[in-house]
């Protein structure tokens, strides 16, 4: 089985007071799993850890995926604070990054893989950029055509998996490699999955390619007509982008991954509000505060309070479902 260990990454703060972030699991499978992925199953991988990490549940971050195939029963797993429920048929997709919760273990079963993104070719990986933001669905519900496929593929993947020296290593993982990587193009294309049609557009393109600039820049960059000289276009184009996607507007789009790194931070016990305008580069923290408080109907403080009772009872974020 799989344990992620629980030292921080290198690029895993710890903010500037004392007190301990949210930490930073690095992927660290079992001796002898090769190659950046490991296939287990949910009811596995609860049997296996039975002590951890959700007794008691505590946020932690990755720095690898977690896809999950829930086959039976029902999963529920907290996502950049919003607990999601994931019922037979769907998939839960974690991204590198995101704060996560595990519930405790239910009856949840099916299929469950775990990868770094370099196991990814680097033209798969270019194709499925939309389906590993860090804003894209964290539940996938494939159409019904390809449900059963999906499934297939994920247990062929697991029994490639559990075949581990009857084949020549380098045959092995280029099979597992492989059987991932139709899989995760199948499911992020497939019609039922929400956010991928409209990435046929031009205007979709350019707003991928502003989510990728914000998440280089937004700690710096807070304008959107900065971001539309980066990008060598017009504020007028790039509304109308993020509009197509979905959202009021573009400034809409750099609040909200303003505001998810403030609450990321705010939720580990070394952020100060102080400290957490500082990294995000507002003026000052009463800025910062009004900023928090709008968005949230919390001013930072309140909020920090909030996550670190969560830290001890079942984890709901507010507004979770």
Same mark, same amino acid.
């Given at each position: 089985?799989?344990?992620?260990?629980?030292?921080?990454?290198?690029?895993?703060?710890?903010?500037?007071?004392?007190?301990?972030?949210?930490?930073? &699991?690095?992927?660290?499978?079992?001796? *002898?799993?090769?190659?950046?992925?490991?296939?287990?199953?949910?009811?596995?991988?609860?049997?296996? =850890?039975?002590?951890?990490?959700?007794?008691?549940?505590?946020?932690?971050?990755? !720095?690898?995926? &977690?896809?999950?195939?829930?086959?039976?029963?029902?999963?529920?797993?907290?996502?950049?604070?919003?607990?999601?429920?994931?019922?037979? *048929?769907?998939?839960?997709?974690?991204?590198?990054?995101?704060?996560?919760?595990?519930?405790?273990?239910?009856?949840?079963?099916?299929?469950?893989?775990?990868?770094?993104?370099?196991?990814?070719?680097?033209?798969?990986?270019?194709?499925?950029?939309?389906?590993?933001?860090?804003?894209?669905?964290?539940?996938?519900?494939?159409?019904?055509?390809?449900?059963?496929?999906?499934?297939?593929?994920?247990?062929?993947?697991?029994?490639?998996?559990?075949?581990?020296?009857? @084949?020549?290593?380098?045959?092995?993982?280029?099979? @597992? /490699?492989?059987?991932?990587?139709?899989?995760?193009?199948?499911?992020?294309?497939?019609?039922?999955?929400?956010?991928?049609?409209?990435?046929? !557009?031009? /205007?979709?393109?350019?707003?991928?390619?502003?989510?990728?600039?914000?998440?280089? =820049?937004?700690?710096?960059? =807070?304008?959107?007509?900065? &971001?539309?000289?980066?990008?060598?276009?017009?504020?007028?184009?790039?509304?109308?982008?993020?509009?197509?996607?979905? =959202?009021?507007?573009?400034?809409?789009?750099?609040?909200?991954? @303003?505001?998810?790194?403030?609450?990321?931070?705010?939720?580990?016990?070394?952020?100060?509000?102080?400290?957490?305008?500082?990294?995000?580069?507002?003026?000052?923290?009463?800025?910062?505060? @009004?900023?928090?408080?709008?968005?949230?109907?919390?001013?930072?403080?309140? &909020?920090?309070?909030?996550?670190?009772?969560?830290?001890?009872?079942?984890?709901?974020?507010?507004?979770?479902?």
């Amino acid at each position: 089985m799989m344990v992620s260990g629980g030292q921080l990454g290198a690029d895993e703060s710890t903010g500037p007071t004392s007190g301990a972030p949210t930490p930073l &699991y690095d992927f660290q499978p079992p001796a *002898g799993t090769p190659y950046s992925m490991e296939v287990t199953t949910i009811e596995d991988f609860h049997a296996d =850890h039975d002590d951890w990490p959700w007794n008691p549940p505590r946020p932690g971050r990755a !720095t690898f995926h &977690y896809l999950i195939l829930v086959t039976s029963g029902v999963l529920k797993h907290d996502v950049d604070h919003i607990t999601r429920t994931v019922t037979p *048929g769907q998939w839960l997709w974690v991204r590198p990054g995101h704060t996560q919760c595990w519930h405790p273990p239910s009856t949840a079963t099916g299929p469950f893989i775990l990868f770094e993104p370099d196991v990814l070719e680097a033209g798969t990986a270019r194709l499925l950029a939309p389906a590993t933001a860090h804003d894209a669905p964290a539940v996938l519900t494939p159409h019904p055509d390809d449900a059963p496929w999906a499934e297939r593929t994920a247990r062929q993947l697991l029994d490639e998996h559990r075949a581990l020296g009857r @084949r020549p290593l380098g045959l092995h993982h280029a099979l @597992r /490699r492989n059987l991932l990587q139709v899989l995760l193009l199948r499911l992020a294309h497939s019609a039922g999955t929400p956010a991928t049609p409209s990435h046929t !557009t031009r /205007r979709a393109a350019l707003h991928q390619r502003f989510l990728d600039a914000l998440e280089l =820049h937004f700690r710096e960059l =807070h304008h959107v007509d900065d &971001y539309a000289r980066l990008l060598g276009c017009s504020v007028r184009t790039l509304t109308r982008a993020a509009q197509d996607a979905g =959202h009021s507007g573009a400034r809409q789009v750099i609040d909200e991954r @303003r505001l998810l790194e403030a609450r990321r931070l705010l939720n580990s016990a070394g952020w100060t509000a102080r400290a957490v305008a500082a990294h995000l580069n507002f003026p000052d923290p009463a800025d910062f505060g @009004r900023f928090f408080r709008h968005h949230t109907g919390l001013t930072p403080a309140a &909020y920090a309070v909030q996550a670190e009772h969560q830290e001890i009872s079942p984890c709901r974020a507010p507004g979770g479902a």
